[in-house]
């Protein structure tokens, strides 16, 4: 079965300074997707950044990026100039891609991150 | 354009109590998803529905849940005989079609506490 472990129950940055979130992975599999997903207070999951397995260059979204190691079953999101709307829920996540078709996410268990002014 | 709803927004019921909760896609979706965030639990997946596929239901808990949808779009998930281990946020999600990847979209949540 497929899991997904995030160490980091909490975290905090300083405005305009840079975070990294960990997260890693167990899984046979070889074709799967792997996300970060934002959930402010309002509950409202908001998908951040998305990275293919087969790809080998990591995901960037604006101030968002992260370092992908198959090999190691990782996945941390660096967060840039981190900015007060940034404090959420952070939740790492996995889907497998398999026939053509994607699975259900399956989530790890979630980093608070705090953003100090 | 619209996104995912869903009704109630909180819900508070007795232990032994059924209740349904109510899920609307984004117009056109034709994947949905049911998932359940509880404190002690995190976010599990629950149930998914694929156009007029039969519903992937694996990751229900127990017989006491259940879910239809009804003509491709709105979905209602049912607890009979709710207990106070129920208590959790349910999410709805949908995507456009299962053929390539496509992105979640979560509507948000409804808050369902068993006394």
């Known amino acids: 079965a497929q899991t997904v472990t995030q160490s980091q129950p909490e975290m905090s940055v300083q405005e305009a300074e840079t975070v990294t979130l960990s997260c890693t992975y167990d899984?046979?599999?070889?074709?799967?997707?792997l996300f970060w997903y934002k959930q402010p207070p309002s509950r409202q999951m908001i998908l951040v950044i998305r990275q293919e397995a087969y790809k080998q260059q990591n995901a960037t979204e604006n101030r968002f990026s992260v370092n992908f190691q198959k090999a190691a079953k990782s996945f941390s999101l660096k967060i840039s100039d981190s900015q007060l709307g940034d404090a959420a829920m952070y939740f790492c996540a996995y889907c497998l891609w398999y026939g053509g078709s994607q699975g259900n996410l399956i989530f790890g268990k979630g980093t608070k991150l705090s953003v100090k002014p | 354009g619209a996104g995912v709803s869903q009704s109630p927004s909180n819900k508070v019921t007795e232990k032994g109590k059924d209740v349904e909760l109510r899920c609307d896609p984004i117009s056109g979706h034709t994947a949905l998803y049911w998932y359940r965030q509880s404190l002690g639990q995190g976010l599990e997946f629950l149930i998914y529905f694929q156009g007029n596929s039969a519903p992937d239901k694996s990751g229900l808990p127990s017989d006491r849940f259940s879910a239809e949808r009804t003509g491709g779009s709105v979905s209602t998930l049912t607890i009979q005989r709710t207990q106070q281990e129920d208590s959790a946020v349910y999410l709805c999600?949908?995507?456009?079609?299962?053929?390539?990847?496509?992105?979640?979209?979560f509507g948000p949540g409804t808050r369902l506490t068993v006394l």
């Open positions: 899984t046979s599999e070889s074709d799967y997707y």
């Open positions: 999600a949908s995507s456009p079609r299962d053929t390539s990847y496509n992105e979640q979209f």
